[in-house]
Every structure is written in C-alpha cells, then in structure tokens.
Nanobody
C-alpha cells in the first residue's frame, strides 16, 4: 500500500512563505506524476499544482501561478510545494497526490490520481 505523508503546514501571515513536503515511504518516486490539491472549508477539493512523471513539466492553477512552485527530489522520495506571498484565500487543507498509471491524463482532475495523503492544514491570516 502506497502511503503519502504531508508535512509543513501551519499558521502564517499574509505575505509569508511555507514549504510543504510529501514523502512516500518505501516507494521509489521515479516515473510518477504528482500533484497538490487543496480544500477550503465548505468547498470542493481543487487543483493547485502538478508535476509530470519525468519532473520536466509543471502546471499550476491560475490562483497560485507565479507564487507556488512544485518540485520533486527523487533521492529523498519527496515532493514539495513552495508557497510564496501567501494570501488568506490560500487557507485550506493541502493534499499530495500520486499517479501510478501511465498514459495521457488531465493533471487537474483529482480522479486521475491513485494515492493521496491525509492532508496538512495551511492557515493564512490577514
């Protein structure tokens, strides 16, 4: 069973930065696409950022483009979401997702991902 563990969330002020980490113990992240989604209170889970299986391509939601950066360190079996210039609207539970399947897919569709973490809370105060 593949498990994803997110860490790095917390309470910050608007304009601050945070880096979320997603580790996958016992699973080698080499050829898998990964993504970060988020869910604010009372809202559906939404796409934030995605990284292609070869880590060569990234996609971002318009709301985070230019402020968030997704990356991966295969040697550490860890994916990251660097979040800069945080806004109160970024307050949400952030989830890491991994796609084990190969082939073409819609990176922004949560149904395309096979494994999920438990989430980490990010709260941005104004």
């Amino acid at each position: 069973q593949v498990q994803l563990v997110e860490t790095g969330g917390g309470l910050v002020q608007a304009g601050d930065s945070l880096t979320l980490s997603c580790t996958v113990p016992g699973f080698l992240i080499v050829n898998q696409a990964m993504a970060w989604f988020r869910q604010a209170p009372g809202r559906e889970r939404e796409f934030a950022a995605a990284l292609s299986w070869d880590a060569e391509h990234t996609i971002y939601a318009d709301s985070v483009k230019g402020r968030f950066t997704i990356s991966r360190d295969s040697a550490k079996n860890t994916a990251y979401l660097q979040m800069n210039n945080l806004e109160p609207e970024d307050t949400a539970i952030y989830y890491c997702a991994l796609r084990e399947r190969s082939g073409a897919y819609d990176a922004g569709d949560r149904n395309e991902y096979d494994y999920w973490g438990q989430g980490t809370q990010v709260t941005v105060s104004s």
